[in-house]
């Protein structure tokens, strides 16, 4: 069961680019951009929490826990 991190569509809802939701919490958008596209092996809470601040959102609405087969 594979985690799918669904920052790109938190960014839309919220309206915020990648350069300036980089900018606001303090990661290069290079790295953003690992953990935007699904390529990151890990997230330091410090990071989640200053995105789920930076989003107005939780955790959940970030990461999702997906069956094998509905990928």
């Known amino acids: 069961m594979p985690i799918v991190v669904n ?12 350069g300036e939701l980089a900018e606001e ?5 290079a790295n953003l ?5 699904n390529k990151a092996k890990a997230v330091r809470f410090s990071t989640l ?4 601040k930076a989003l107005d959102c939780q955790p959940g609405d970030i ?3 997906v069956p094998d087969e509905n990928r």
Do not use: F, Q, Y
């Open 33 to 37: 951009s690992i953990l935007k596209n």
């Open 7 to 18: 920052l790109d569509v938190m960014m839309a809802r919220r309206h915020k680019g990648a």
């Open 63 to 65: 990461l999702e826990l």
């Open 25 to 29: 919490i303090g990661i290069t958008p």
């Open 49 to 52: 929490e200053a995105l789920c």
